[in-house]
Antibody, heavy 121, light 111 residues
């Protein structure tokens, strides 16, 4: 069974840092692009960042460029999101998602259960 | 990059068909056949329902279908069932610096 499990969310003060993790299982991790997508409380979905199979290609939404870094450890089948200089508007549930269903897909399937990040003093 | 425009809500009676629109531009919906649709229940993760405009992943009911005309994509749910009551989001690949954009979301209510 294909599975993605996020961890690392929590309460952090404005200006602080947090690292999210996503553990993948049930598929060949190195064959797929991976993305982070977030959803602020009561709001819609927002794509945040993605990374290519070997980690050399990365893209970000403009609002997090220079503050967030996406990276992966293929040996550990894990995806990460390092979030620095956090702002109140970064408060959201963060989802890890595989690009799928095919390896070259521009859609997201499946998704993890999400991890909540709250930025507040 | 602005969000794609969806109606805030759509409703229908059991057995009816409903259609959710997703309006974009020639830089996203109109420029690529990379429109996807997601179903989300409250407190749950989104689930892929349609990809590449009109393809259905394995396991998704054939009551769900997708299409595109110009800069607007559509998701149609046929034979509406109570379990279809959820939020639906479209997504498109874009030519902007942000490669993906989601729609504003549509709440589907089964009357």
């Amino acid at each position: 069974e294909v599975q993605l499990v996020e961890s690392g969310g929590g309460l952090v003060q404005p200006g602080g840092s947090l690292r999210l993790s996503c553990a993948a299982s049930g598929f060949t991790f190195t064959n797929y692009w991976m993305s982070w997508v977030r959803q602020a409380p009561g709001k819609g979905l927002e794509w945040v960042a993605n990374i290519g199979q070997d980690g050399s290609d990365r893209n970000y939404v403009d609002s997090v460029k220079g503050r967030f870094t996406i990276f992966r450890d293929n040996a550990k089948k894990s995806l990460y999101l390092q979030m620095n200089s956090l702002r109140a508007e970064d408060t959201a549930v963060y989802y890890c998602a595989r690009h799928g269903p095919a390896t070259k897909s521009q859609s997201f399937d499946p998704w993890g259960q999400g991890t909540l990040v709250t930025v507040s003093s | 990059q602005s969000a794609l425009t969806q109606p805030a809500s759509v409703s229908g009676s059991p057995g009816q068909s409903i259609t959710i629109s997703c309006a974009g531009t020639s830089s996203d919906v109109g420029g690529y056949n990379y429109v996807s649709w997601y179903q989300q229940y409250p407190g749950k993760a989104p689930k892929l329902m349609i990809y590449d405009v009109s393809d259905r992943p394995s396991g998704v009911s054939n009551r769900f279908s997708g299409s595109k005309s110009g800069n607007t994509a559509s998701l149609t749910i046929s034979g509406l069932q109570a379990e279809d009551e959820a939020d639906y989001y479209c997504n498109s690949y874009t030519s902007s610096s942000t490669p993906y954009v989601f729609g504003t979301g549509t709440k589907v209510t089964v009357l």
